[in-house]
């Protein structure tokens, strides 16, 4: 699963947004690609998709700009995903009258349900990251800039893992046991 330019771009653009409703002034597109390396013209074109969704609105003239159309508490990241035109969804069968199913003979694959039920994870995961949830946590961090690593480590931290996928490191050592009791005892180093 790989999110496209199209939804990283529109979300970096309207965490940025989000960092300058505060000011109440509509923000130029100009600051924002500037301010967070976007191409003008490819961020005007995402921002007429974000404005037809509902996300944005537009002020014209020489002091004009866009601004969120609700607070960023309103605005989840799958809000922004989808209102960029690229959702997510790890299902590699088409939903179109062509081809209604996966084997395109009427039929659904044999995975089928669980690139279905690992999307609908994902977008439950998505829908509880407002735009605000991003902006204090990397504001915490002081951040001029969303730092992809930073923001998707903190989110995940609340989320339950298993502990044998995630090996703890021992203090003071930089390593973490692997193996057990009877088996030869292996050191991993982490870096």
């Known amino acids: 699963m790989k999110i496209g330019t199209r939804g990283h771009y529109s979300l970096i653009a309207m965490v940025e947004l989000a960092r300058r409703?505060?000011?109440?002034?509509?923000?130029s597109l100009s600051i924002i690609a500037e301010k967070q390396n976007i191409p003008l013209n490819y961020?005007?074109?995402?921002?007429?998709?974000?404005?037809?969704?509902?996300?944005v609105k537009g002020v014209r003239g020489a002091f004009g700009g866009y601004?969120?159309?609700?607070?960023?508490?309103?605005?989840?990241?799958?809000?922004?995903?989808?209102?960029?035109?690229?959702?997510?969804?790890?299902?590699?069968c088409s939903d179109d009258d062509m081809k209604p199913f996966c084997l395109?003979?009427?039929?659904?694959?044999?995975?089928?349900?669980?690139?279905?039920?690992?999307?609908n994870q994902v977008k439950l995961m998505l829908e509880k990251v407002s735009l605000k949830n991003i902006l204090d946590r990397t504001e915490a961090t002081n951040q001029?800039?969303?730092?992809?690593?930073?923001?998707?480590?903190?989110?995940?931290?609340?989320?339950?893992?298993?502990?044998?996928?995630?090996?703890r490191e021992e203090e003071g050592e930089g390593k973490v046991n692997s193996g057990s009791e009877k088996s030869k005892e292996k050191d991993i180093r982490l870096s």
């Open 144 to 167: 001029d800039s969303l730092n992809f690593f930073t923001a998707h480590t903190t989110f995940l931290e609340g989320y339950n893992r298993p502990s044998s996928a995630f090996p």
């Open 43 to 55: 961020l005007e074109q995402l921002f007429v998709q974000l404005k037809k969704a509902g996300l």
């Open 67 to 92: 601004f969120l159309s609700r607070n960023a508490a309103k605005i989840n990241v799958w809000h922004v995903l989808e209102g960029s035109g690229e959702p997510m969804n790890l299902r590699r």
């Open 21 to 27: 409703a505060a000011s109440g002034k509509p923000v």
């Open 104 to 119: 395109g003979t009427g039929g659904h694959c044999e995975v089928h349900n669980l690139w279905v039920e690992a999307t």
